[in-house]
């Protein structure tokens, strides 16, 4: 098993940037592809960003694609979401999540272990 825990998150206006962090503990961390998920209020979580057990290869969905970029130091257990010209519809709560392969990685059901998540919010 993996505990993860998320941090970074907070208040920004629109055109900002914010770094969350997911500090991994438990289980050999580089087991696992990790993944960035996110719910705003009233919505389904949806997929945001994976990146493979190496690092090497990452995902993002079309809505954060040139913006946002996922990253991992596997030294420190950790894995990172740098979010750069935020929205206001970038508002939610992101959570960071723990897979076993990267196969079909913007699912949801592909991954086992899920954190707390950390708020972000966008202000216009």
């Known amino acids: 098993q993996v505990q993860l825990v998320e941090s970074g998150g907070g208040l920004v206006q629109a055109g900002g940037s914010l770094r969350l962090s997911c500090a991994a503990s438990?289980?050999?961390?580089?087991?696992?592809?990790m993944g960035w998920f996110r719910q705003a209020p009233g919505k389904e979580r949806e997929f945001v960003a994976h990146?493979?057990?190496?690092?090497?290869?990452?995902y993002y969905s079309d809505s954060v694609k040139g913006r946002f970029t996922i990253s991992r130091d596997n030294a420190l257990n950790t894995v990172y979401l740098q979010m750069n010209s935020l929205k206001p519809e970038d508002t939610a709560v992101y959570y960071c999540?723990?897979?076993?392969?990267?196969?079909?990685?913007?699912?949801?059901?592909?991954?086992?272990?899920w954190g707390q998540g950390t708020q972000v919010t966008v202000s216009s």
């Open positions: 999540a723990a897979s076993y392969n990267s196969i079909s990685y913007y699912s949801r059901a592909k991954y086992a272990y």
């Open positions: 438990g289980s050999s961390f580089t087991t696992y592809p």
């Open positions: 990146i493979s057990r190496s690092g090497d290869s990452t």
